[in-house]
DNA sequence: AGCACGCCGACT
DNA sequence: GTCGGCGTGCTC
């Protein structure tokens, strides 16, 4: 028998199945997905068995045989190891990556070297002797001093010892000591033989003897009987138990809700989308729908009903939601309806509770998943429904290789289980919606709230307005009054800035020179916190300075304002409030993130000042206003999407205010109103903005009119950069359909980063059948020549933003 | 990607 | 004379 191994190599030449013989002693046990551990040239290294056939085109004497089996039972199912193929062929990508990405970290390959020495009467080297010092095995890096290590490596040659690659899971699988006490008339017996001194053994027995017949776990008995491990030894020794160590997981730390939660009653909206989705998941249906409803709509009270649909008939179920908005409060809700059925996957897990969480998923004894991007590979065999809320988050889109787009995957796998997938947001994706438009994707809409709630009021105000009036400050008149109102009622606020740090640029007023990053095209970040400028692409760091450093000049001045500058401001105008700030620069620490959420819904801080990460489920019923202090920040970006992106966010901020009784306020601060994003994101009117953004991208032909891939070029030297761009545009416009457009090759809008400079090109193409062959070949030509000349290139289809 | 092999400069 | 620099080529 042989199998076709992918091996744990990422390069370009072994990016293909390699033929191993089978030994015979394997044959039995062996099968597709399992990992193996084969010899590759002169090492060892993981695989994975992709399939296993009779024959090799090879001379079968030329074939190296698997040395070790890993997995008894196959870790990728067939249908996981199709989709590597399709992930990896669609996101240009290597199959071995492909593969990786579906496990948790801890179960791809370790290596460590060891020295085997096989005869080690032969060795007559002082040096060696003394310092193998009688072991036989020992791990090579031990060995520091490169003459040593040359004696070894001679020593090897001529077999007298050997370097063996060990292979070991990164983490390991947790197991725990437990006893298994005996019946009581056991217990009788042996308490007879127990001399009246060791009265610890006694009291150990009584213990025992009231829980005969159990089995427990070692730590706690010897806690809860107060006796110390050597007595229960002593009690084992004598037949009174029996221990095993048994597997275990390790559990996160908020123990989990086990009783479950009732459904709630749906509106008629909500029924009406339930049916429709729980119908497709009857007939075995691989429809794809856009639930498109309001902030407050009850989204998650319909995720959880169809859900619960599908594990009535036995099928399982993965839910993804952008890794900011996997809370607690998020994920408790669905642990509340499904209790011990469901299994989280998010950042915040170690390595080893990431491991434990997908054995339970592979095991079946879980359900449900909820969890970040990478949980769409779960390891179900019987999926029934797939569901991403906040379809719209640029989250869903892997950044590194495999670039792959979960909404992507969810689709192909839901192909292959015939199952519905439920893509869910407030402000869909253009192109989620446009699919919905034409009926590729069945639209659900929830327009109403449904705790009937109404919308809160927005307020868009402009900043121009205010400078004209002489308010200089970070705060309108209007907002500042807002606040003001808010800390007498003792009601809480939010107040969204989307930039960290303290200013974002330092500039001098004389010469008007703005200081920038020495590595990349782009101005420092002034940080208050330790009086430092950042680059935050780069992480490079200076001291502020105190004179230009063009022209030494005293009159530099810090612009733009960051959460730390506004934290100060807030102090300044209202000193009796309680501020928390969240942003990437507080919330760095494992749990801070809850430690802050849980403040704010304890009430204690009245504004809650944060970036991003705040815009989405906060949920909290005190919060009445919610202050947007510069919304123009994602406006200007120098992307297609910065409108459609704007009015997402507002949107999503705007979400946050007066949810439940009271009633919320929205205030927006812009330097242009006008613009559509932020006009429309006051009526919070999702169609309008629709057709008004569908008629910008079809003026400009960007998605949804046209699909676009972004192939990025870096070097350290500027005309090689420019060179390459071109000859790689050159050749893509020689192979692809004339109805296609190249755009570029030019400069990146960030031109240069740490000290390399970027060009891109930009494909856009309605059909293009040869463009997968195409780039494939484009990245041939890379990576066996450009990449040898110092040539960083990506190819990225679909990207999610084009900077 | 690693790792070994192989062919040319500076050290005991 | 040898140690070791990294160019080249292969991996079932």
């Given amino acids: 028998m042989i199998a076709e191994v992918i091996v744990d190599v990422a390069a370009y030449p072994i990016d293909r199945p390699f033929d191993y013989v089978v030994p015979s002693n394997m044959q039995e046990v062996i099968e597709c997905g399992s990992r193996v551990k084969v010899p590759f040239g002169p090492r060892k290294v993981l695989g994975y068995v992709t399939r296993l056939k009779t024959d090799s085109d090879l001379d079968e004497e030329k074939l190296k045989s698997i040395d070790e089996l890993i997995d008894l039972e196959p870790v990728l199912s067939p249908e996981l190891l199709k989709l590597s193929k399709i992930v990896a062929r669609e996101t240009l990508a290597y199959e071995i990556d492909a593969l990786q990405v579906m496990l948790p970290a801890a179960m791809r390959g370790k290596y460590e070297k060891f020295i085997e020495v096989e005869k080690p009467y032969e060795i007559r080297d002082a040096a060696l002797l003394s310092f193998l010092n009688g072991r036989t095995r020992l791990p090579l890096k031990q060995v520091t001093d490169s003459a040593l290590l040359k004696i070894i490596k001679a020593y ?85 138990a029996s221990e095993e160590h048994v597997e275990t997981y390790r559990e ?21 989308a339930l049916d429709l989705v729980n119908e497709a998941s009857d007939k075995n249906s691989a429809k794809t729908f856009l639930l498109h409803g309001i902030t407050g709509s009850g989204k998650t009270e319909v995720y959880l009903q169809a859900i619960s649909h599908v594990l009535k008939q036995g099928k399982e179920a993965i839910v993804l939601v952008p890794e900011i908005s996997l809370t607690p409060q998020m994920t408790s809700r669905f642990q509340a309806r499904f209790g011990g059925l469901v299994a989280v996957m998010h950042s915040g897990l170690s390595a080893g509770e990431k491991y434990d969480e997908w054995r339970k998923i592979h095991r079946k004894e879980v359900k449900v998943v909820v969890g970040a991007r990478s949980a769409i590979f779960a390891p179900f065999e019987n999926i029934g429904i797939i569901i991403l809320d906040e379809e719209h988050e640029s989250t869903y889109k892997q950044e590194d290789n495999p670039r792959y787009h979960a909404r992507d995957v969810a689709i192909w796998r839901s192909e292959h289980f015939g199952c519905p997938v439920v893509l869910g947001s407030a402000t869909p994706s253009l192109e989620s919606y446009a699919r919905a438009s034409k009926g590729v994707y069945t639209l659900l809409e929830l327009s109403k709230r449904a705790l009937n709630q109404g ?40 107040l969204f800035l989307n930039k960290r740090g303290f200013s974002s640029f330092v500039l001098c007023r004389d010469c008007g020179t703005v200081v920038q990053c020495p590595n990349c095209d782009i101005s420092l970040t002034y940080h208050r916190a330790n009086e430092t400028l950042k680059c935050h692409y780069c992480g490079h760091e200076e001291g502020v300075p105190t004179i230009c450093p063009e022209c030494e000049s005293e009159h530099i001045r810090f612009f733009g304002t960051g959460t730390q500058k506004a934290e100060e401001e807030i102090a300044k105008l209202f000193p009796e409030a309680r501020v928390l700030r969240m942003d990437v620069d507080t919330t760095r620490q494992k749990g801070s993130h809850e430690r802050i959420l849980r403040q704010v819904s304890e009430g204690n801080a009245d504004i809650l000042l944060g970036t991003q990460m705040i815009a989405k489920g906060l949920d909290f019923p005190n919060i009445t206003l919610v202050g947007v202090l510069a919304a123009d920040t994602t406006l200007h970006l120098a992307d297609f999407r910065a409108a459609e992106k704007t009015f997402q966010l507002l949107t999503q901020v705007s979400g946050r205010a007066g949810r439940h009784e009271l009633a919320g306020e929205v205030f927006i601060q812009t330097y242009t109103p006008e613009h559509y994003a932020i006009e429309l994101a006051k009526t919070q009117h999702f169609e309008t903005f629709y057709h008004m953004e569908m008629a910008a991208r079809r003026q400009y032909g960007y998605p949804p009119f046209f699909y676009i891939t972004l192939i990025q070029f870096s070097h350290e030297d500027l005309m090689k950069v420019i060179d390459y761009a071109d000859k790689g545009a050159t050749f893509i416009k020689g192979a692809l359909s004339p109805d296609t457009f190249i755009i570029g090759p030019a400069a990146a809008a960030i031109s240069r980063v740490n000290n390399r400079y970027r060009y891109q090109c930009l494909i856009k193409y309605k059909k293009e059948p040869k463009l997968i062959d195409t780039l494939q070949q484009l990245i041939k030509m890379y990576r066996t020549n450009w990449m040898k000349d110092g040539l960083l290139m990506s190819v990225d289809v679909d990207p999610s933003s084009i900077f």
């Fill in 252 to 272: 996160p730390d908020a123990p989990r809700l086990r009783d479950t939660q009732l459904p709630l009653t749906l509106t008629e909206e909500q029924k009406v």
């Fill in 455 to 494: 919308l809160p009021s927005v307020t868009v105000v402009d900043m121009r307005e205010e400078l004209k009036e002489g308010n200089r400050s970070m705060f309108s008149v209007e907002l500042a009054e807002g606040i003001r109102t808010r800390l007498q009622r003792k009601e809480q606020i939010v």
């Fill in 156 to 240: 090897a040659k001529i077999g007298v010892l050997t370097i063996d690659t060990a292979i070991s899971q990164q983490t390991k699988v947790k197991k725990v000591r437990v006893i298994h006490i005996k019946d009581a008339s056991t217990l009788q017996t042996i308490d007879e033989t127990i001399h009246t001194n060791a009265k610890k053994q006694k009291e150990l027995l009584d213990w025992m003897r009231r829980h005969a017949n159990k089995t427990v776990v070692a730590a706690s008995v010897l806690k809860e009987a107060g006796v110390q491990a050597p007595v229960l030894k002593a009690l084992i020794e004598k037949g009174a």
